[in-house]
């Protein structure tokens, strides 16, 4: 069955740093998304990415954050400058069209900044 | 905006029993989706189960089941013949769909830790 595939599974990073995260989306699906956990609390809404812009975004992704597909394959998340409060699971989820089946997500990055 | 509430955050029971995890979900919305999301140690968010709101038949796939109703705005989860694989953290989630698919994002609630004893 085809996967999202994110590397690394686990970064960690002094603050201040410039992290990205990579995704792999399934390769046939149009719409992707980035979504973040921060222990012990909810899944969040970060971004939503179509036709090589982002659509959607919630007030989390700050100037601090942006996504771009690169090459037709990989879909990344970067972070400038990290902060404390940006430790955290990262999921990618990919959708084929509206995600009224669900969404494919990633098995997540965890990132920890120090 | 929507909001979804899980009100049990920790949940035990005995292998081969039966358990019932509860959702609710505030909403202005007539046609809608709900999901149950399982996320094992694993850490990978699996769909479990999935409902429209605009039918009234309550989803079924295999010793899941749900109890949906729209009124009450209340989604819960009962998993029947309950496995050691079945441990993990559920999440319900809800979805408007909008005028383009990329704004379909998902809110989810905060979560149930299910342990399943042998």
């Known amino acids: 069955e085809p996967e999202v595939t994110q590397t690394p599974s686990h970064q960690v990073t002094q603050m201040g740093q410039e992290v990205i995260l990579r995704c792999v989306p399934i390769?046939?699906?149009?719409?992707f998304y980035w979504y973040r956990q921060i222990l012990g609390q909810k899944v969040e809404f970060l971004v939503s990415f179509y036709n090589n812009e982002i659509s959607e975004k919630s007030e989390i992704f700050d100037d601090q954050f942006s996504v771009e597909r690169p090459d037709g394959s990989n879909f990344t998340l970067k972070i400038r400058s990290t902060k404390l409060e940006d430790s955290a699971m990262y999921f990618c989820a990919s959708i084929r069209g509206g995600g009224y089946y669900g969404y494919t997500f990633g098995s997540g990055t965890r990132l920890t900044v120090v | 905006a929507q909001t979804v509430t899980q009100s049990q955050p920790e949940m035990s029971v005995q292998e081969a029993e039966t358990v019932t995890l509860s959702c609710t979900y505030d909403t202005s919305e007539s046609n809608y989706y709900l999901f149950w999301y399982k996320q094992p140690p694993s850490r990978q968010m699996i769909l479990v189960i999935r409902q429209e709101a605009y039918k009234q038949q309550n989803a079924t796939e295999n010793r899941f089941s749900v109890n949906f109703q729209k009124a009450a705005k209340s989604f819960s989860l009962k998993i029947s013949d309950s496995q050691l694989g079945d441990t993990a953290m559920y999440f319900c989630?809800?979805?408007?769909?909008?005028?383009?698919?990329?704004?379909?994002?998902?809110?989810f609630g905060g979560g149930t830790r299910l342990m399943v004893k042998p």
């Open positions: 989630a809800f979805m408007k769909p909008s005028y383009n698919n990329a704004g379909n994002m998902l809110t």
């Open positions: 390769s046939n699906h149009l719409y």
